[in-house]
């Protein structure tokens, strides 16, 4: 199985991904290795030749016996090994031995197949073992007399060459479900940070909208208790297309689609500001800011203006712009910057993510958000942003500060 943690994959083979890689499970995950068996016949050859009677019966038996504890603990060997693979490891190389005296020399074909139950269960450990089987399958027979008499270098070099192959083909296995983790992490680490974009991105809009909301219905409302209620209907119909908007930005947000430009951010504040009775000292143009930036300025200026509206009780703000910075400047309480909420937080991983930095000072008066992002070279491309009208002083009848 693959278990996955933050940062790092870690691969645990389970005892069926190598029958998926042989053909699947159930019976399909012995058809493979058991095609193979059938290299088992210069055994049986050797057995008919050497036994007769009740010996070969028993030398029959036993190729039958090698061939299903193979069966049985090559799936075993591969990713877990457990006890009962190692049992039957232990009585696969029994096997052989009982099988020597009745087929000789022929018999150390069961080392070919060793050596694969030997890979699949050490990997890299594996070679002593490997080298060990080579020498016993290829000399063992001149050794001891009537069991061939002669170097046997044909069983030697397929059990190296197969031991090889088998390497070879494990590590390709394990480098496939290596893979296949490491790309089920990246689509769930793709689907988190979708998430906290997303997240991210609704604290931004709803977070900015709900307060420009909030004001203005406060506003309608003081409006409506001094008898104005032309302005009351105005600022209430204005109200209603805001939430509207707002709505279709959420959607917008989540579809990865959302709009944000500084030239539309200073209209907003803009009014924002004008609502919540404080004195805005914007800038004519956007015209001196390089085109690129535009939406992440755009985004420094919503979450400036959400956060003076809401907390800074200021009656004068200042928004300046320069070619590659935005800077956002309050009269509020000020006090101790804290980096640690939500919409600065965010805001700080936009303006590191496009490679500038985010700095929030603040004194006993005052507080300063300002965004810097180096500004690519040459000049400024055609097609800047109109201009925008002077700020406007606020109405007599909008209040001293945010509710």
């Not at 020597?100 to 070919?112: L, N, R, S």
């Not at 109200?239 to 947000?253: C, I, N, P, S």
């Not at 004194?363 to 800047?384: H, I, K, N, Q, Y």
Request: hydrophobic share 50%; proline share 5%.
């Amino acid at each position: 199985m693959t278990e996955s943690q933050p940062g790092a994959v870690r691969v645990e083979p389970d005892l069926d991904v190598l029958a998926r890689h042989w053909g699947g499970g159930g019976w399909r995950r012995f058809f493979f290795p058991a095609f193979w068996l059938v290299y088992l016949g210069p055994c049986v050859a050797g057995v008919a030749k050497y036994q007769h009677g009740g010996a070969a019966i028993a030398g029959y038996l036993l190729v039958v016996a090698f061939a299903a504890v193979y069966l049985a603990a090559l799936p075993m060997g591969w990713g877990r090994n457990t006890r009962v693979f190692w049992t039957l490891y232990v009585a696969s190389f029994a096997i052989t031995a009982a099988e020597a005296f009745f087929a000789h020399g022929a018999a150390f074909v069961f080392c070919v197949y060793l050596s694969v139950l030997t890979v699949a269960a050490l990997k890299g450990r594996a070679v002593p073992i490997v080298v060990a089987l080579t020498l016993v399958s290829a000399l063992l027979p001149k050794l001891v007399p009537g069991w061939g008499d002669q170097v046997n270098w044909s069983n030697g070099l397929s059990v190296l060459l197969v031991s090889l192959a088998m390497f070879g083909f494990f590590k390709v296995v394990e480098s496939n479900i290596a893979l296949a983790a490491a790309r089920s992490e990246v689509a769930r680490l793709a689907a988190e940070n979708e998430r906290s974009r997303i997240a991210r991105d609704l604290h931004d809009l709803l977070g900015h909208s709900l307060t420009t909301i909030t004001v203005k219905a406060g506003l309608a409302r003081k409006l409506a208790e001094h008898g104005d209620t032309e302005r009351a209907f105005t600022e209430i119909t204005e109200v209603e297309k805001l939430a509207r908007r707002t709505l279709g930005d959420v959607r917008a947000a989540v579809s990865a689609h959302a709009e944000v430009t500084l030239t539309g951010e200073l209209a907003t504040a803009r009014e924002v500001l004008r609502a919540a009775g404080m004195v805005s000292e914007l800038p004519p143009s956007v015209a001196e800011t390089e085109p690129h930036l535009s939406e992440l300025f755009g985004w420094v200026l919503r979450e400036a203006v959400t956060n003076v509206v809401r907390h800074s009780r200021a009656t004068h703000v200042r928004v300046t712009l320069g070619r590659g910075y935005i800077e956002v400047f309050d009269d509020g309480r000020g006090g101790v910057a804290g980096p640690n909420g939500n919409g600065l937080r965010g805001l700080r991983e936009r303006v590191e993510a496009a490679g500038g930095t985010l700095t929030v000072s603040s004194g006993l008066s005052g507080f300063t958000l300002r965004a810097d992002v180096p500004s690519e070279a040459g000049e400024p491309e055609p097609g800047a942003e109109p201009e925008l009208p002077e700020a406007a002083s606020p109405p007599a009848a909008a209040p001293a500060h945010a509710p």
